[in-house]
Nanobody
Framework: VQLVESGGGLVQPGGSLRLSCVAS????????MSWYRQAPGQEREWVGG???????DYAESTRGRFTISLDDAKNTVYLQMNNLKPEDTGIYYC???????RGQGTQVTVSS
């Protein structure tokens, strides 16, 4: 099983980014997964997740701004991030909850 994130970058406050997490070796449809992030010097933080039944849930800090969705045909989970804030800066990881596999992460920097 391999997970690969992409889509990170530098964005100004108030901007948007869409992260992707592509899986190989298993199907997202058969697993629950979550997005996490880690800022320098801080512990890893749960951002949100999606269940096998496509039910999504979000951390209080991201609810209303972030949206997780699944493209089953592409075996890809997306994290749409809107109205980004400097405190959203960090390395974002996707993790398959049922297997424990996670990707290498993609850097998101929100700065003017």
């Amino acid at each position: 099983v391999q997970l690969v994130e992409s889509g990170g970058g530098l964005v100004q406050p108030g901007g948007s980014l869409r992260l992707s997490c592509v899986a190989s070796g298993t199907r997202f449809r058969d697993n629950a997964m979550s997005w996490y992030r880690q800022a320098p010097g801080q512990e890893r933080e749960w951002v949100g997740g999606i269940s096998r039944g496509d039910v999504t849930d979000y951390a209080e800090s991201t609810r209303g701004r972030f949206t997780i969705s699944l493209d089953d045909a592409k075996n890809t989970v997306y994290l749409q991030m809107n109205n980004l804030k400097p405190e959203d800066t960090g390395i974002y990881y996707c993790k398959m909850i049922t297997t424990g596999h996670r990707g290498q992460g993609t850097q998101v920097t929100v700065s003017s």
